[in-house]
């Protein structure tokens, strides 16, 4: 029995409540990556704090049946940081970088080659 608020995440899109229009494009972006047996396509969410970004991500991950990553833009401290979070990633994990616009320049630039 969760006891805590945050113990109780939701786990399919269904449970998410609010922003219809991006639920819409995420449930059409997940079916595409079913029927093309892919991954799911490469996504920026954008918004301010307290939207969802971060569980979106998490729903996503869930919905693809994938492992989740999550970490803060601020502990990217160099290009070495980057290449390894990317190199110990399988094919289809979800990989969110969470206040990525913290990132340096060069680690922008370098993460979106990616």
């Known amino acids: 029995m ?3 608020v945050t113990d109780v995440n939701p786990t399919s899109l269904r449970h998410l409540v609010g922003q219809k229009g991006v639920i819409a ?24 704090p307290g939207l969802g ?7 996503i991950a869930e919905e693809m049946a994938v492992d989740f990553r999550e970490l803060l833009g601020q502990s990217i401290a160099s290009i070495c940081d980057l290449h390894s979070l990317l190199l110990s990633a399988e094919p289809k994990d979800i990989l969110h970088v969470d206040e990525a616009h913290e990132l340096e320049r060069h680690l922008q630039t370098a993460l979106y080659l990616a």
């Open 2 to 4: 969760p006891n805590e």
């Open 25 to 48: 494009q995420v449930a059409t972006a997940l079916d595409a990556a079913f029927q093309d047996h892919s991954r799911f396509d490469h996504a920026l969410l954008v918004g301010p």
């Open 53 to 59: 970004k971060s569980q979106l991500a998490a729903v």
